[in-house]
Structure formats: C-alpha cells, structure tokens
C-alpha cells in the first residue's frame, strides 16, 4: 500500500465519520452504538482479504450515499470528485438505488445487480454482508427473535435473502476471497433462525 492509498483512507475515513456521526449521530439497527463502526469494520475485513487501497475507500464510504441525509447528502458525483471513479463506482454498485421501494423490491434490485458488479464491487459487498451477518449472529444470541423487530422483514425472509445474496456472489465471482467466511455465517444463520 502506497502513502497516497494511506492519506487518501485517512481522507475517506473522516468523510465517512461526518456522514455516518457529526450530522447523523446514527447507530446500527437497535443498537446504542455509533454506525461508523459497521464501515470501519467492513474496511477491516477488506484489508485483511487483501483488498487495493480503493476497495477499503469503498468500504469505508459503502454506505455514504445510501444513508446520508437531505441537509447533507452525498452523491456518486461527490465521490468521484473526492475519491476518484473506481471508488465511486464500487460505492454505488453497493447502495441501493431507490429507498422509496418497498423492501423487497429493493432487496431484489440489489441481488439482480450483483451480476453487473465488477469482482473489486463483489468484494465490498461481500465485506458488507459478512458483517452484518456477523453482527446479526451475535444479537440473536442475546436478543432471539426480538432482534427482527429492528428490521424491515421477518427472520424467514432475512434468511431467504441471506442465502440467495451468497449464491449470486458465488455464482458471479466463484474465487471470491470472503465466499469461505460468507458460507460459513450463512450456515451458522442457516441453524440459529431455522
């Protein structure tokens, strides 16, 4: 990793801090914890796969446009413009496109869209996935079933969709560092909200 990539994940790290906090104060689903902590992880996961110095800037800023607010929303053009195409480009492979949709309906457009995502896009994704899955798994151990009254579908189809985003990874980018880990969480899911 160059002293560009470190200084420009410096920079992402700080723009996703004032996203995700300053003007927010977001947490993750039903938890009093702040949500940078979910794209810092996805970032963690990222470098320890071996990802470029653009993917962990993806994975930092994953869900910049996706949850950023009207007072301070963020585009594809406001990345691009700070970070560069590449990073973009990952970032909006991985948000979805109309929140104004139903859940279902925007779970499917993010699952069909999977096959037009390029492997470095696969990977965040996969990042992604991989940590709320696994913070998923860690809250229904203490939460049971309790922990779907955060969500916007029931446990069946959660684990539904889990299964099928994995499969459609699998199937686009079989050499996928994190598939190993994803089927692994999927299984563990696969046991606990059976």
């Known amino acids: 990793m160059t002293a560009t990539d470190v200084s420009l994940i410096q920079k992402?790290?700080?723009?996703a801090y004032k996203v995700h906090q300053i003007d927010q104060f977001q947490t993750r689903k039903?938890?009093?914890?702040?949500?940078i902590l979910h794209p810092l992880?996805?970032?963690?996961r990222l470098s320890r796969a071996g990802a470029s110095g653009n993917e962990i800037i993806a994975g930092l800023l994953h869900d910049t446009i996706e949850d950023s607010t009207e007072k301070n929303k963020v585009a594809k053009e406001d990345l691009k413009k700070e970070f560069g195409s590449d990073v973009a480009r990952m970032v909006n492979d991985v948000t979805e496109?109309?929140?104004?949709l139903p859940w279902?309906?925007?779970k499917e457009a993010a699952l069909n869209h999977i096959t037009n995502m390029q492997s470095d896009s696969m990977l965040v994704k996969s990042a992604d996935v991989l940590d709320n899955l696994s913070d998923q798994i860690a809250d229904y151990k203490v939460k049971g079933d309790e922990m779907f009254a955060n969500f916007n579908a029931p446990k069946g189809k959660?684990?539904?969709r889990y299964r099928r985003l994995v499969d459609a990874l699998e199937k686009a980018w079989p050499e996928n560092p994190l598939l190993p880990d994803?089927?692994?969480k999927v299984g563990v899911v696969n046991k606990l909200w059976a």
């Open 104 to 106: 279902q309906e925007r």
């Open 41 to 44: 992880s996805v970032a963690n």
């Open 158 to 160: 959660q684990l539904q």
């Open 182 to 184: 994803l089927k692994e």
């Open 97 to 100: 496109q109309d929140k104004a």
């Open 12 to 15: 992402a790290l700080k723009f």
């Open 30 to 35: 039903g938890k009093a914890i702040p949500y």
